[in-house]
C-alpha cells in the first residue's frame, strides 16, 4: 500500500508565532459577554438572593488580622532581606504557584514597605478591603479611608504576576497623582508604575500600559481599546487571526502595533460611579464629518420646533428626557417641509432632527448639562458635575445645542467604533473595585457583572450627625433659608461645603452669598483650575466653599485643629439627587476618621427630583399643606415625598443601564460581521 502526499506545487501557509501581548489582547476581546437568559436568568437572579448572606466581611477582617499578625515578623528583618523576600514572591505569582498563604505574604510585605517608604501602615481595616479586592470583589470603604492605600496591596500582587494591572480612576489629575504618590512602594517592591494622560501620544501610552501597575482613567482605557480594535481591523479575536493566518489574509499584527497589551486585571476606584452612573452612555470613537447639507438641516429644524406647541403638537416626558410629535405635530412638520428639497423629504429624517432641535431647547439647560466655553459646547457630567471637552451628544444632538446656543455649528461625525463600558469592563480576565457608596447597588454589581458587594467597617466609629431634612414650597425661600444657615456656621468658626446640583445653581447660590458680604469660594464646572487646592483648604476656620457633585471625590478636606474644637466640617446639601449613594459621596466629605461633622439636606417642591420623578397626586397633596411663615413645610409627609422620588429615578435608570445591555446582545448577535460593538 502506499501513501498519499500532497503535489509538491502545494504549499500550506504556516502560523507565524504571536506576540504574548497581542495573543492576550485578542483572546479577551473574543470573550463572549452577553447577559444571561432564561433558565440562566433565573438561576443566575436566584444565586444574587444569597450573595449578600455569605459573611465576607467578616471572612476578610478575619484575613485581615492573620495577615497583621503576620507583618510583625517582617519589622526587624533588613532592606536587604526584605528584597529578597520580594525576589521570591514575584517569582512565585509569576508562575502562579502561589497558595493563599502565599497571598497573606505578599499582604504582609507589601504592608511593611509601604511603612517604610511612604509612612503609612495599612490599618486592619484598609488590609481586609485589599483581601476583598485580591478576591474579586467590590469593595465599600467609607470616604476618607485611604482606598488609594488599599489599592496598592492587591494592585502588587497582579503586577508581580506579570500581565499588567489597571487601577482606573475617574480623572487625570487623580491617575496621575496617585501613581506619583504610590510610585516609591512600587519601585521597592520590584515594579513599575505610569500613568495615562489625554494628551500623551501612542508611543508613550504603549511604554505607560507596559509598566506592572498603570493608572488611567475609564474614558482614555475604553477609548485606546477602541483604537486598538480599529488597527485590528478584522483580527478582532485570537481565532481569526490564526485563520486569516492560515489562509495568508493576515495583515502581519504585531505587539508593536498596539498600545494595549491585553485586558487582564482592574482595580475600579470610585466603582459606583464608573460601572454604573457612567454605564447608560457608551463610548465612541469617531471620524470627521463634511456634509454641509446635514450641518444646514438643523437649523432648519430649530426654526421648525419654535413654530410648534407643546401639548398640541410634541409631548415631553420629563423622567426619561424624550420628546414624541403628536399626530398632529406629524402633520405640521410635513406642511412646513412642503417645498424643501433633499432630507425634508423623508419623513422619518425630518422629525428625527425636529425632536432632536425639541431637545435641545427644553430638556438641556446651559450651566447644567452644558457650559459654553471659547465659543463651543462643552459637555458637563451631571454626577461629577467635571467638563467633558472631549465629548460630543449623538445623532445630532450637539448640533442642535449648539444652533440654540448661536455658536458653530460643527459637522456630525461619523460612528468608527463604540463599546459600552459595562461590556469593556466584563472583558477583564480579573475586575474589583472599590467606593465609599455601593451597599445601595449590591443587586446590580451582581447581576450585571458577577461581583459581590463587601462593606468594610471604619477605622474609628463615625461620629456625624444628620438633621431632618428641610422641605420649602419653592427654589426662592430654599436658597433664602440656605444663605442663612450659611451665616450662622460661618459666625460660630465653622467651615461650610455647600453641595449643589448644577453650575447654575452653585453661581445663583454665590451671587447671592456675595449680597449679602459672606466671602467664599465657588467650584464647578466653570471655575475648575485649581479644584484640589480649593478642596484641601475647605476646612480652615469660617471657610464657606460652594460646589458642584465634583467636589471632594479623590481630595482630602483638611480640617485644622480649632475646626474640631468647633464641630467640624458642616455640609449642607441643596437638593436631593437621582441616586442616593451621590447624595452620601457628599455627606462623606465630612466626619472622617473619627473627625466630628454634620449634615444638613435643604429641598423644594420644584425641585428637578420632584419635577421629573415624583407622582403627581402626591405632589398636589402635599401643595395643600399649609406652609410656616419662612416658607417651610414641617410634615413628615413631605420628606417622604423625595426618598419615594429618589427610589423611582434609582429603578428608572436600572431599566435604562439594562436597555444598554440588551443592545449590546442586539448588536452582537445581529452586526457580529461588522466586529462585535464597533
Known amino acids: 500500500m502506499t501513501s498519499a502526499s500532497l503535489p509538491t506545487s502545494q504549499t500550506v501557509s504556516q502560523p507565524q508565532p504571536i506576540p504574548s501581548g497581542l495573543w492576550r489582547t485578542l483572546s479577551r476581546s473574543g470573550v463572549s459577554v452577553k447577559q444571561p437568559t432564561g433558565v440562566d436568568a433565573f438561576w443566575h437572579g436566584l444565586v444574587g438572593y444569597f450573595v449578600p448572606l455569605w459573611p465576607r466581611r467578616s471572612i476578610h477582617m478575619r484575613r485581615a488580622r492573620r495577615i497583621a499578625e503576620l507583618s510583625k515578623k517582617y519589622v526587624n528583618l533588613s532592606d536587604a532581606r526584605m528584597n529578597e523576600e520580594v525576589a521570591s514572591l514575584r517569582e512565585l ?3 502562579e504557584r502561589e497558595k493563599k498563604s502565599d497571598v497573606d505574604r505578599a499582604f504582609a510585605v507589601v504592608r511593611e514597605l509601604a511603612k517604610r517608604e511612604l509612612g503609612m501602615e495599612p490599618y486592619v481595616v484598609q488590609l481586609a478591603a485589599a483581601s476583598a479586592i485580591e478576591a474579586g470583589c467590590i469593595t465599600e470603604l467609607a470616604t476618607g479611608e485611604g482606598k488609594t492605600l488599599v489599592a496598592t496591596l492587591p494592585a502588587a500582587i497582579a503586577g508581580w504576576r506579570g500581565r499588567g494591572c489597571h487601577v482606573v480612576t475617574v480623572n487625570d489629575y487623580l491617575a496621575q497623582r496617585d501613581a506619583q504618590w504610590m510610585a516609591p512602594l512600587y519601585k521597592r517592591c520590584g515594579l513599575s508604575v505610569a500613568a495615562v494622560q489625554g494628551e500623551m501620544k501612542n508611543n508613550e501610552r504603549r511604554s505607560a500600559y507596559l509598566a506592572d501597575v498603570t493608572y488611567c482613567t475609564n474614558k482614555e482605557v475604553t477609548a485606546d481599546f477602541l ?30 502595533q498596539l498600545v494595549m497589551r491585553g485586558l487582564e486585571c482592574a482595580i475600579v476606584d470610585e466603582a459606583d460611579s464608573i460601572l454604573i452612573d457612567e454605564a447608560v452612555t457608551p463610548l465612541i470613537i469617531s471620524g470627521g464629518g463634511t456634509n454641509k447639507e446635514q450641518s444646514d438641516a438643523f437649523g432648519v429644524a430649530a426654526e421648525l420646533a419654535r413654530q410648534l406647541e407643546r401639548g398640541k403638537h410634541y409631548k415631553v416626558d420629563f423622567k426619561y428626557r424624550e420628546i414624541e410629535l403628536t399626530n398632529a405635530g406629524r402633520e405640521t412638520v410635513h406642511g412646513l417641509c412642503e417645498g424643501k428639497a433633499g432630507l425634508w423629504q423623508g419623513a422619518r429624517r425630518r422629525e428625527e432632527l425636529v425632536r ?14 452644558y457650559v459654553v466655553q471659547e465659543g463651543k459646547i462643552v459637555i458637563v457630567d451631571e454626577y461629577t458635575g467635571r467638563v467633558m471637552p472631549d465629548r460630543t451628544w449623538r445623532d445630532g444632538l450637539h448640533q442642535a445645542v449648539e444652533v440654540k446656543e448661536g455658536v458653530e455649528v460643527n459637522a456630525p461625525k461619523d460612528t468608527l467604533a463604540r463599546v459600552s463600558f459595562q461590556r469593556f469592563f466584563r472583558m477583564y480576565r480579573k475586575l474589583a473595585g472599590m467606593t465609599g457608596t455601593a451597599a445601595e447597588a449590591w443587586r446590580e454589581f451582581w447581576q ?14 463615625c461620629v456625624r450627625s444628620y438633621n431632618k431634612d428641610r422641605v420649602f414650597v419653592d427654589a426662592q425661600t430654599k436658597w433664602h433659608a440656605v444663605a442663612q444657615e450659611v451665616r450662622k456656621v460661618h459666625e460660630a468658626q465653622r467651615p461650610v461645603l455647600v453641595g449643589t446640583r448644577s453650575v447654575a445653581q452653585s453661581e ?31 476646612g480652615q476656620p469660617g471657610r464657606v466653599t460652594v460646589a458642584t457633585n465634583m467636589a471632594g471625590r479623590g481630595t482630602d478636606i483638611k480640617l485644622a485643629k480649632s475646626v474640631n474644637e468647633a464641630g467640624g466640617l458642616h455640609v449642607i446639601a441643596c437638593e436631593r439627587h437621582d441616586s442616593g449613594r451621590v447624595d452620601r459621596q457628599l455627606f462623606g466629605r465630612c466626619a472622617r476618621q473619627g473627625d466630628p461633622g454634620s449634615v444638613s439636606v435643604y429641598v423644594s417642591l420644584d425641585d428637578e427630583l420632584v419635577v421629573r420623578y415624583a407622582w403627581q397626586w402626591l405632589k398636589w397633596m402635599l401643595g395643600r399643606i399649609k406652609a410656616d411663615d419662612a416658607g417651610e413645610l414641617r410634615s413628615p409627609s413631605a420628606r417622604r415625598l423625595f426618598h419615594a422620588a429618589q427610589r423611582r429615578a434609582s429603578r428608572i435608570s436600572l431599566r435604562q443601564r439594562k436597555s444598554v445591555l440588551k443592545h449590546d446582545d ?4 445581529y452586526l457580529g460581521f461588522a466586529g462585535r460593538e464597533d
Open 356 to 369: 432632536q432641535a425639541l431637545s435641545a431647547l427644553i430638556l438641556f439647560e446651559r450651566d447644567r448639562q
Open 227 to 256: 483604537r486598538d480594535r480599529l488597527v485590528m481591523g478584522a483580527s478582532k479575536t485570537l481565532a481569526s487571526e490564526l485563520v486569516r493566518q492560515v489562509t495568508g489574509l493576515s495583515r502581519g499584527l504585531t505587539g508593536g
Open 666 to 669: 442586539w448588536l452582537e448577535e
Open 508 to 538: 445663583q447660590l454665590s451671587r447671592l452669598l456675595t449680597e449679602q458680604g459672606l466671602s467664599h469660594q465657588v467650584l464647578n464646572a466653570v471655575h475648575h483650575e485649581k479644584e484640589a487646592q480649593v478642596v484641601a483648604e475647605a
Open 93 to 95: 505569582f509569576c508562575r
Open 448 to 461: 450585571v457583572y458577577d461581583l459581590p458587594v463587601v462593606t468594610i467597617p471604619t477605622h474609628r466609629p
